[in-house]
């Protein structure tokens, strides 16, 4: 049996969920693939392309032949705090429950252990701190909210009968064009980097605690931390 892929995040996994009225669906986002804009906040494929349907594509025609892959609900933009037009992350999960619950698209006993819950998570909350010109002095104080939320959207992933779930460690955001800008792209914004340290610290020892607690009450379940370099189970 082939695993299905469940994801939820923002703009790195995001494979169409957004609205036609997004940038998203402008030039030059998809100018590599498919040739034109598809939804995509890239110039061509995600890592999750091919691998499951977008939700708000779940009854167009031929898409539905790909669910038995997974869905995607990943969106532009999102985050653990933002709110619309983007659906952040208690949102999606509210969507994958609400479709369980009413038993459209998928049943609980379409979820096998083989199945993988994934969530990407880019720092979306932390780019809008910046931007709003928080006091820097909350800055740790935020951080802590955000992981926070995490292990709650993770720990909601396992109430939906998932057993492998995975979240992504954050990338180095003060390398993101919006900070490279000022130097011509050619330097990152260092002082950002303490922020993903702090943030990726946390969530590992949130990961190896929901790891310690499934070993202690036998659940079965399984989370992990993707980073850019490799795939591995926190313990």
Request: net charge positive.
């Amino acid at each position: 049996m082939v695993p299905k892929l469940f994801v939820f995040g923002d703009s790195y996994a995001d494979t169409g969920n957004m609205k036609p009225d997004a940038e998203s669906w402008i030039s030059p986002y998809g100018i590599t693939f498919p040739g034109k804009p598809s939804g995509r906040y890239s110039d061509g494929l995600t890592s999750t392309d091919f691998l499951e349907t977008p939700y708000q594509w779940r009854t167009h025609g031929r898409k539905k032949l790909r669910l038995d892959r997974g869905m995607n609900f990943a969106s532009g933009g999102s985050g653990v705090f933002t709110a619309d037009p983007f659906p952040n992350l208690t949102a999606q999960v509210n969507s994958m429950a609400d479709l369980l619950l009413a038993r459209r698209v998928y049943t609980p006993e379409d979820i096998y252990p083989s199945d993988v819950s994934f969530i990407s998570y880019a720092g979306g909350d932390y780019f809008d701190f910046i931007l709003q010109n928080r006091p820097a002095a909350d800055l740790k104080a935020f951080i802590e909210k955000v992981v926070d939320d995490l292990y709650v959207r993770i720990i909601l992933m396992g109430g939906l009968l998932f057993k492998k779930i995975a979240i992504t460690s954050l990338q180095p955001i003060g390398c993101s064009p919006f900070f490279t800008s000022a130097s011509s792209y050619k330097s990152c914004n260092e002082p950002y980097s303490e922020l993903v340290k702090v943030h990726n610290n946390s969530l590992k020892k949130v990961v190896a605690k929901l790891n310690e607690n499934s070993r202690l009450k036998k659940k079965g379940q399984h989370y992990f931390i993707i980073d850019r370099d490799h795939f591995e189970e926190q313990r």
